[in-house]
């Protein structure tokens, strides 16, 4: 076992000298909007209406692998519970200048805080992510559609391309 370990590190070590690891602060309206959806004006807008979370990628040429999770604080007002999630992604990004351009795919798990129980549910989700690369750092805005992964679910899901918005600033540290 000792060598199969050492074996994959060998192996993996000069692969991830060509990669890029990011990582960083983000923050994501929660309301879903879509391209048809009228945007709400500034004084509708609360800080009980953003998740917060952090931000990590790994990118390797085109292919990227991300990982996106987000605390939601409860509304007792409307009787949502505080919440954890986490999005993990696969996909491919292409850099243009200084531009990134990036789409995945994956599962992502959600955590609801019930005063009884914690209650987890899977499902999937598509994440389309447009970073500008400023050096080592990148600020990113992440546009999340929460789908269904099976074919008829992700068909759906770019039929009604309602999801969340989100923002965050990665920080290279590979």
């Known amino acids: 076992m000792r060598k199969l370990l050492m074996s994959v590190a060998i192996l993996l070590l000069p692969l991830l000298s060509f990669a890029d690891f990011q990582i960083g602060p983000t923050i994501q309206y929660k309301t879903p909007i879509s391209p048809d959806s ?59 200048a200084i531009f990134r351009l990036g789409v995945g795919i994956g599962p992502n798990f959600i955590f609801n805080f019930n005063t009884d129980a914690i209650s987890p549910q899977v499902n999937g989700n598509i994440r389309f992510a447009f970073d500008v690369m400023l050096g080592d ?23 009604d391309i309602s999801g969340q918005l989100g923002l965050s600033v990665l920080f290279k540290i590979f």
Not at 51 to 74: I, K, V
Not at 137 to 158: D, K, W
Request: aromatic letters at 10%; glycine letters at 10%; hydrophobic letters at 45%.
């Open 38 to 96: 009228q945007i709400p004006g500034k004084n509708s807008i609360s800080i009980n209406d953003f998740s917060f979370g952090a931000d990590a990628r790994l990118n390797l040429s085109l292919f990227q692998a991300a990982g996106y999770g987000l605390f939601t604080p409860g509304d007792s007002t409307i009787n949502r519970p505080a919440s954890a999630k986490l999005y993990l992604d696969g996909g491919i990004c292409v850099d243009i």
């Open 137 to 159: 750092i990148a600020v990113s805005a992440v546009y999340l559609i929460e789908a269904n992964l099976t074919p008829s679910g992700v068909h759906s899901a770019f039929h």
